[in-house]
């Protein structure tokens, strides 16, 4: 029931014409055509303004731990 965006960008050439809005309302309309009716999505706690962003679309924050770990060497770092 759930569906998700995915690191949502737009080039800051094309900044606050709309795109963004759009971009995530496409995204909730192809859920709710699919039968999702529920949108989550990650952002770092320390881009305020990609939250502001969000909250202005509706969207609250919630109290969840997000957990990882390396099971790799980074591409970048491979071979040093
Ligand atoms: C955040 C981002 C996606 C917004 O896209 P955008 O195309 O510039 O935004 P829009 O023009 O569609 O704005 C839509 C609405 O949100 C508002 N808005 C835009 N950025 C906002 C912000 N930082 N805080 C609050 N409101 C914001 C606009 O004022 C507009 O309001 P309105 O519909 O009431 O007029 C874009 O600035 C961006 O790509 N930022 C950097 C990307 C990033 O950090 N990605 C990491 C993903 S986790």
Known sequence: HRGWIYYLSVA???QKTGLGKKLVAIGEDWLREHGVWRMQLMVRSENSAMQDFYRHL???ALDVTVMQK???IPP???GR
């Open 76 to 78: 970048a770092d491979r």
């Open 70 to 72: 390396d099971i790799d």
């Open 12 to 14: 800051p050439s094309h």
């Open 58 to 60: 509706g969207y609250r």
